[in-house]
C-alpha cells in the first residue's frame, strides 16, 4: 500500500513464536515501513483464548529479534495467571 506522501507499507504473514493457550488462536505479520530514506520493520503477534467465562487476549510488538519465544511464552503466562488470581 503505498500513500501519497510517498511512505510504503508492507505486511507479511509470519509464524507465530508459539502457539496460543487453551486452543486459543495465534497470528503473527511483519510490518516494514519505508518513507523515503527511512525504513522501520516491526513484528506483531497477536494471542487470543478462552479462560473461563472470559476471552483472553494480548498483542506483542517490537523487532522481530525482541518478540521471542522466551518473551511470548512469559508474557501469556503472566496474563494466565492474573486472570486465575482474579477469579
Known sequence: MTATSG???KVTKGT???AAPAGGVA???D???SAGSLTMTMRLET???SSSNALAG???SGGKDVITP???TAA???MQASMAAAR
Do not use: D, M, N
Open 7 to 9: 511512505a510504503t507499507v
Open 76 to 78: 501469556v503466562t503472566k
Open 58 to 60: 494480548g498483542t506483542l
Open 27 to 29: 497470528v503473527a505479520y
Open 31 to 33: 510490518v516494514a515501513i
Open 47 to 49: 494471542y487470543a483464548w
Open 70 to 72: 522466551a518473551l511470548v
Open 16 to 18: 507465530p513464536s508459539v
